[in-house]
């Protein structure tokens, strides 16, 4: 019976496979237990942790050149790069974990990166922060301010 | 099976993957995401992992993007390895492939400072295609098999464990997080109604969560059997409409792991009977 088992079949085929496997098994069941990955050991919780409605949530709406780019209409790479990248970076930004010139290097990034392929009248990026609220199934905003402006000047 | 049969098998299964993988690469480049289309980004996060960790401060991947023709050699290698392998058939360009993949796939969750696992699959998937034996091949397809198996199975235990699965505000609450700015940008569009209906029907959205982890649960049979992959197959499908429908999320580069599912021996059939008529 037990001679049937993958595993058994790898080992009798390649004992460094079956190294590579019992590796990897043993690494997921150790960071299961740590709840925290390493790559190659990846974990997969699919949204697994216990999320609850929030009274306000923040996001963010970019414009260049006075045009908001609708991240929702993007490939989702695209999106991920410009949404993602943003979030973090003003994370990081917010608790002074990065530099002003590094700062000032990722805004130019950004802009670069948003602005290609689009016909733009100026070198202006205008970074508004949102709070919403979810009111009968769709957000309110309750406000929106001008965050970061980056005018073409950058490092 | 015949040594020849099994060596068409094969053959076949290499067009499939590398003709996914290829789809992928290209919709990647009309994405803009490739290397030389990030415009030279920066790697501002730090990296906890240790692999990650290590990449980073090689200053390897920061070398590649900040140049922009190194950026467009890797682009245009990314592009032709999966072609070459199609039409040459030869290992060295599965091999190079999946470690310009790899590459491709740090580069992208440093920058974003995401560890997104969405490359994973097509990165495992070019893995068995590094030998040319039977033996070898097939258990590396296996591997790749169990490896489905786990994300999906081990993703239900998660929900299952954590209590995530009976909570009754959890897909309403992921969709307020997640959509926020599809419900602003897009309000009227088709998914932005989808959330809206499962954000304020908290009981159907509950029993969507509840249908997701049984679906996510039932690949764990494919520990034991090969007997079900046909349903495993059409549940991954059924997982990778409704994810994009109700979550927004594309799963087009997880999808490629599904072809382990198939039974190479019925589609091997169908397209000979499909090529004599």
């Given at each position: 019976m037990?001679?049937?088992?993958?595993?058994?079949?790898?080992?009798?085929?390649?004992k460094?496979?079956?190294?590579?496997?019992l590796?990897?098994?043993?690494?997921?069941?150790?960071?299961?237990?740590?709840?925290?990955e390493?790559?190659?050991?990846?974990?997969?919780?699919?949204?697994?942790?216990?999320e609850?409605?929030?009274?306000?949530?923040?996001?963010?709406?970019?414009?260049?050149?006075?045009?908001?780019?609708?991240?929702?209409?993007?490939?989702?790479?695209q999106?991920?790069?410009?949404?993602?990248?943003?979030?973090?970076?003003?994370?990081?930004?917010?608790s002074?974990?990065?530099?002003?010139?590094?700062?000032?290097?990722?805004?130019?990034?950004?802009?670069?990166?948003?602005?290609?392929?689009?016909?733009i009248?100026e070198?202006?990026?205008?970074?508004?922060?949102?709070?919403?609220?979810?009111?009968?199934?769709?957000?309110?905003?309750?406000?929106?301010?001008?965050?970061?402006?980056?005018?073409?000047?950058?490092? | 099976m015949?040594?020849?049969?099994?060596?068409?098998?094969?053959?076949?299964?290499?067009?499939?993957?590398?003709?996914?993988?290829?789809?992928?690469?290209?919709?990647?480049?009309?994405?803009?995401?490739?290397?030389?289309q990030?415009?030279s980004?920066?790697f501002?996060f730090?990296?906890?992992e240790?692999v990650?960790?290590?990449?980073?401060?090689?200053?390897?991947?920061?070398?590649?993007?900040?140049?922009?023709?190194?950026?467009?050699?890797?682009?245009?290698l990314?592009l032709?390895t999966?072609?070459?392998?199609?039409?040459?058939?030869?290992?060295?360009?599965?091999?190079?492939?999946?470690?310009?993949?790899?590459t491709y796939?740090?580069?992208?969750?440093?920058?974003?400072?995401?560890?997104?696992?969405g490359?994973?699959?097509?990165?495992?998937?070019t893995?068995?295609?590094?030998?040319?034996?039977?033996?070898?091949?097939?258990?590396?397809?296996?591997?790749?098999?169990?490896?489905?198996?786990?994300?999906f199975?081990?993703?239900?235990?998660?929900?299952?464990?954590q209590?995530?699965?009976f909570?009754?505000e959890q897909?309403?609450?992921?969709?307020?997080?997640?959509?926020?700015?599809?419900?602003?940008?897009?309000?009227?569009?088709?998914?932005?109604?989808?959330?809206q209906?499962f954000?304020?029907?908290?009981?159907?959205?509950h029993?969507?969560?509840?249908?997701?982890?049984?679906?996510?649960?039932?690949?764990a049979?494919?520990?034991?059997t090969?007997?079900?992959?046909?349903?495993?197959?059409?549940?991954?499908i059924?997982?990778?409409?409704?994810?994009?429908?109700?979550?927004?999320?594309?799963?087009?580069?997880?999808?490629?792991?599904?072809?382990?599912?198939l039974?190479?021996?019925?589609?091997?059939n169908?397209?000979?009977?499909s090529?004599?008529?």
């Open positions: 037990w001679r049937k088992l993958y595993l058994y079949q790898v080992f009798i085929h390649s460094f496979l079956f190294a590579v496997f590796l990897a098994l043993v690494g997921t069941i150790i960071a299961a237990y740590r709840t925290q390493q790559f190659p050991i990846l974990l997969y919780g699919m949204y697994s942790l216990k609850y409605p929030q009274s306000s949530y923040t996001t963010y709406r970019i414009e260049i050149s006075g045009q908001p780019i609708v991240l929702s209409s993007l490939p989702d790479a999106h991920e790069l410009i949404q993602t990248t943003l979030g973090h970076a003003i994370d990081l930004k917010k002074n974990l990065i530099s002003e010139t590094e700062w000032k290097k990722f805004l130019k990034w950004l802009f670069t990166y948003s602005a290609d392929m689009r016909v009248d070198n202006v990026m205008t970074i508004y922060e949102l709070i919403c609220h979810y009111s009968n199934g769709k957000p309110v905003i309750d406000s929106e301010k001008q965050v970061y402006y980056y005018d073409g000047s950058g490092e | 015949t040594a020849q049969e099994s060596k068409n098998y094969i053959h076949l299964r290499g067009s499939f993957v590398f003709g996914m993988l290829l789809i992928l690469v290209f919709y990647r480049l009309i994405s803009s995401a490739l290397l030389s990030m415009n980004p920066l501002l730090p990296q906890t240790w990650y960790a290590a990449v980073l401060k090689s200053g390897f991947l920061q070398y590649i993007t900040a140049h922009y023709w190194s950026a467009a050699l890797f682009d245009l990314l032709a999966p072609l070459l392998f199609l039409l040459t058939r030869l290992q060295i360009f599965a091999i190079l492939f999946t470690g310009l993949l790899l796939y740090f580069t992208f969750n440093m920058v974003t400072g995401h560890h997104y696992h490359l994973v699959g097509a990165i495992l998937m893995i068995p295609f590094w030998t040319k034996n039977e033996k070898p091949f097939l258990l590396l397809w296996d591997a790749v098999r169990y490896y489905l198996l786990y994300i199975a081990s993703a239900a235990l998660w929900k299952i464990l209590g995530s699965a909570h009754a897909l309403p609450a992921i969709l307020q997080m997640q959509q926020l700015q599809l419900q602003l940008e897009l309000p009227d569009s088709f998914r932005a109604a989808i959330t209906y954000i304020t029907h908290g009981t159907v959205a029993i969507v969560l509840l249908l997701n982890t049984i679906l996510q649960l039932s690949f049979i494919g520990f034991a090969k007997k079900y992959d046909k349903f495993l197959l059409a549940a991954f059924v997982f990778v409409i409704s994810n994009y429908a109700v979550m927004g999320i594309m799963s087009a580069e997880l999808l490629v792991l599904a072809l382990p599912l039974n190479w021996e019925w589609v091997s169908k397209l000979a009977i090529s004599v008529d």
